[in-house]
């Protein structure tokens, strides 16, 4: 299993990642729409800070794995909408892998007993 990032701030950076480019897949979206749909589909249990969200998607454009385009909305107002590029889905599909991985070093160490081994 590869080593996976201990520091708090990269793990929830990366978190946040995830969250954005597995939104992105099913198409594009504008800021206030992936923030409503990560909070919709979390089952209202994450809320997306608007200071979090867009230096995000700042930082996933530069990546190249995301781009954007001002389109008009469902509002007919501009708005930037976010869509995910061929390198976004490849390093989707790395986010993804990563975090089961730290799904299931996390259900090993919540099922643990750490006396087990020496009793």
Same mark, same amino acid.
């Not at 590869?2 to 992105?24: A, N």
């Not at 089952?43 to 996933?60: K, M, V």
């Not at 389109?71 to 869509?83: D, G, H, L, M, P």
């Given at each position: 299993?590869?080593?996976?990032?201990?520091? $708090?701030?990269?793990?929830?950076?990366?978190?946040?990642?995830?969250?954005?480019?597995?939104?992105?897949?099913?198409?594009?979206?504008?800021?206030?729409? /992936?923030?409503?749909? /990560?909070?919709?589909?979390?089952?209202?249990?994450?809320?997306?800070?608007?200071?979090?969200?867009?230096?995000?998607?700042?930082?996933?454009?530069?990546? $190249?794995? /995301?781009?954007?385009?001002?389109?008009?909305?469902?509002?007919?107002?501009?708005?930037?909408?976010?869509?995910?590029?061929?390198?976004?889905?490849?390093?989707?599909?790395?986010?993804?892998?990563?975090?089961?991985?730290?799904?299931?070093?996390?259900?090993?160490?919540?099922?643990?007993?750490?006396?087990?081994?020496?009793?």
């Amino acid at each position: 299993m590869k080593k996976l990032q201990s520091h $708090g701030t990269d793990l929830l950076q990366g978190t946040l990642d995830l969250l954005v480019l597995r939104t992105l897949i099913f198409g594009s979206l504008h800021g206030y729409g /992936i923030a409503k749909a /990560i909070h919709q589909t979390s089952n209202e249990a994450l809320r997306i800070e608007f200071g979090s969200l867009y230096p995000a998607l700042r930082r996933l454009e530069l990546k $190249g794995w /995301i781009s954007s385009k001002w389109e008009t909305s469902e509002r007919n107002r501009q708005a930037k909408f976010y869509r995910l590029t061929p390198a976004g889905k490849r390093q989707l599909v790395k986010e993804e892998s990563k975090w089961q991985q730290f799904v299931a070093a996390m259900s090993s160490v919540l099922k643990s007993d750490p006396r087990g081994s020496q009793s």
